[in-house]
């Protein structure tokens, strides 16, 4: 860590001793030629005080369109993989910030560490699910790294991924998309901008649809599609301007997603197959809608309102003993959730000071369905079917008010103070039902039917939890340098947990981590450099114990401690007009300082999903007038798939490369592109599991190298 801080340190001076000042850098700017390249500045939308990148001591890393809407992303977040302290992980099932899995370090506790907003919209796990990450019309994607608690709230402990889309313009134009590739990939998509009633009303419509046939088959049912995809999302977005500065806008999104499985069975993992009587297949539906108003009152001040809405529905029918045999049959799950929420921003801004208060508000549900039969063991080789139904339902309201200040007391210095206070209650209930589907004998009934009543039954608790949480932060600028130093806290809320085995529901409180960060920033005409060093100490972590070798004796408790520390750097450069890179790199160590689970002492032991390092290189070459090229480089070190830190995650390297020829005259461009140029192959969970007293294997591998066309068309 002292390394890291002292490299932080000294790279300004090192560019301080070799940078000319910014008056000289503007005159060799104006001698050179028209041809030379100026590197396109670097603009945020996600800080709520109207912060400028350089303004902002967060660690921020920008994603523009030109390479979210590339044919080389998958049409995801795995876009994001490898940005630095960016991992995507099992296939896109969950991500991490910093070495944090937004799902929890050892259990799924239903409330995230990390947040993802679309349009200012938070998205909930059936959303992304249903594929509301969709790139289609992007216009780029913010990562911030670290607590985002007190602008953002419950679920941004670790950070917060926002995307956008592109705005309604005031101008007709459009767009439209048509491609092929590898394992029967189509893609097509439509976007039509459009002026109405004198240039008061504005829209745009987007329609994207994907799918492909996946690379796994199930050898049992002879299906070739196991691993298939399917998505149609659609946009619509409208401004109504009621004058020069005031505006109506209302975005809304319709989306359906079918997958098939996403895991190998097979000895060698890249045959790529399973073996299992029952397809797997998951739907899943989901609907937004949001609506603002944005008023300015006067010069200095102005009011912003934001309603939204979000609904989803997921159904999934598996194999329940994942084995060629109708030893379990078929599991099936029903998932609902809804997200109501409104937010009031009131800004005030002028030369010295940017301030927002806000109040925020939501109400969230999910209902957890899930039917399937569960092998009970007899004996160490005999095991009987029980049908078990678990239906669980969560609530959650939540009520914030929250301020922001800015405050710039001198030229080159300025202090930013934060503080949110926030009430949680959290309602939880479960019935859990368990049957007996075989005659045993009156004597083993007895006994099964008696265990089986000890944890069949109705549970429903609440919980009120509330919490302040401040943050402070110190800017310093010098010409094209500045430098900042900041404290923030991030938390998850508590809740409840319900152990069946016991019969109870326990409560645990909510989770808190300090953080503390340097950061630096250079902005020169042709490149920029940003980094940041931080570290964060996790108290009352929440974590999922195991109380008794009983797998329903389980509840969640605040039993551990931890640290994190690191760094991220990165650097846009366009060193000639034809001619832009991007290379990121981050580093961060994962500590549990405290935890033990029984018998198991976790001390010391990395976090989950935490790769030490990630990398990513992009970039673009203009070849010719008429040919481009680009090409995005990713790397992740080894990292772990459980708490344990028994399974392991290899270092990965991705290579992805696109050539596009251009057809101005007819307003077109063709994309010839390949992903996993290098075809690297890697088992990224490795995940074995004893269900009837049979060894199976839900191993999840990378995708195969892919080759693909898109012509696109624009007017």
């Given amino acids: 860590m002292k390394r890291i801080i002292t490299l932080l340190t000294v790279f300004p001076l090192i560019l301080n001793a070799q940078t000319p000042s ?36 967060e660690s921020i890393s920008v994603v523009p369109s030109r390479e ?59 959303a992304i699910k249903a594929g509301s990450f969709d790139l289609w019309d992007s216009q ?33 134009e459009g767009a439209a998309k048509l491609g092929y590739g590898s394992f029967n990939r189509i893609e097509a998509g439509v976007m039509t901008n459009n002026v109405w009633l004198d240039g008061k009303l504005l829209s745009r ?51 359906q997603n079918e997958t098939g499985g996403n ?34 009152l006067n010069d200095n001040w102005t009011n912003e309102v934001i309603g939204a809405y ?17 030893t379990a049959g078929v599991r099936t799950e029903e998932h609902n ?17 940017k301030n927002v208060l806000g109040f925020h508000a939501h109400d969230y549900y999910l209902k957890d369905d899930a039917r399937f039969d569960i092998l009970y063991p007899l004996s160490a080789t005999v095991y009987t079917p029980i049908a078990s139904s678990q239906v669980t339902d969560k609530y959650r309201t939540v009520f914030a008010l929250f301020d922001s200040y800015l405050w710039k007391f001198a030229e080159n210095q300025s202090i930013n103070l934060g503080l949110r206070y926030e009430f949680v209650k959290n309602k939880y209930g479960a019935d859990v039902s368990a049957t007996r589907k075989q005659n045993l004998g009156a004597g083993t009934n007895a006994v099964v039917d008696a265990y089986l009543d000890s944890v069949t039954g109705s549970y429903e608790d609440e919980d009120n939890n509330s919490i302040l949480l401040p943050k402070v932060a110190y800017m310093l600028t010098q010409d094209q340098h500045s430098y900042g130093i900041s404290y923030t806290e991030g938390y998850r809320t508590g809740g409840l947990s319900i152990n069946r085995k016991r019969v109870r529901v326990d409560t645990y409180d909510p989770e808190k981590t300090g953080n503390y960060e340097l950061s630096y920033k250079y902005a020169a005409s042709n490149w920029n450099f940003s980094s940041a060093a931080f570290y964060t100490d996790w108290k009352d972590q929440q974590v999922m114990v195991q109380l008794s070798n009983d797998p329903f004796d389980t509840q969640v408790v605040n039993a551990a401690s931890s640290e994190l520390y690191g760094a991220e750097a990165e650097i846009n450069w366009k060193p000639a007009s034809r001619h832009e890179f991007n290379l990121g790199a981050g580093y961060v160590k994962t500590r549990f300082k405290d935890f033990v689970n029984g018998t198991k002492d976790y001390t010391d032991n990395e976090f989950p999903f935490a790769p030490n390092w990630t990398g990513r290189l992009s970039y673009g070459y203009q070849i010719s007038q008429d040919w481009n090229a680009a090409g995005i480089f990713r790397y992740l070190s080894k990292s772990y798939g459980n708490a344990e830190n028994t399974m392991d995650s290899p270092e990965q390297f991705y290579l992805d490369l696109l050539g596009q020829y251009s057809l101005a005259a007819w307003s077109m461009n063709v994309d010839l592109y390949v992903r996993n140029v290098l075809d690297t192959r890697y088992v990224i969970y490795d995940r074995t599991s004893s269900i009837g007293g049979q060894s199976v294997s839900y191993n999840q591998v990378n995708s195969p190298r892919e080759l693909g066309l898109r012509l696109n068309y624009f007017w």
Avoid: M
């Fill in 310 to 326: 979000s609904q989803a529905k997921n159904d999934e029918t598996s194999d329940a003993d994942g084995t060629a045999n109708p």
């Fill in 68 to 126: 979210l809407d590339s044919p080389i992303q998958s049409d995801s977040i795995q876009a994001l993989n490898a940005v630095p302290n960016v991992s995507i992980n099992k296939n896109d099932d969950s991500f991490s910030i910093r070495g944090v899995n937004n799902t929890g370090v050892t259990g799924f506790q239903k409330d995230n560490l990390s947040s993802i907003l679309v349009d200012d919209v938070f998205q909930t796990d059936l």
């Fill in 263 to 296: 895991y190998v069975q097979s000895a060698n993992p890249f045959d790529y197959e399973v073996n299992e009587d029952v397809d797997f297949e998951s739907k899943t539906g989901n609907q937004q809608t949001s609506l603002r108003y944005f008023v300015k």
């Fill in 22 to 57: 910014a008056e000289a850098t503007s005159q060799e700017v104006s001698s050179q030629p028209e041809e030379s390249s100026t590197l396109e500045a670097v603009q945020v939308q996600g800080t709520k005080e109207n912060k400028s990148y350089q303004e902002s001591t």
């Fill in 140 to 172: 780029q994607a913010e990562v911030y790294r670290g607590p985002q608690s007190t602008t953002q709230g419950v679920n941004s402990l670790a950070g917060s991924i926002l995307l956008f889309h592109n705005k309604p313009a005031d101008q007709t």
């Fill in 205 to 255: 419509v987007s329609v994207n649809h994907e799918q492909d046939d996946g690379f796994i088959k199930n050898i049992k049912t002879d299906n070739n599609k196991w691993g298939k995809k399917s998505k149609d999302h659609l946009g619509l977005d409208l401004t109504y301007k009621i004058n020069e500065t005031d505006y109506v806008r209302w975005n809304t999104k319709i989306i």
């Fill in 337 to 353: 959730d809804r997200f109501v929420s409104v937010e009031n921003l009131l800004k005030f801004q002028n030369e010295k000071v």
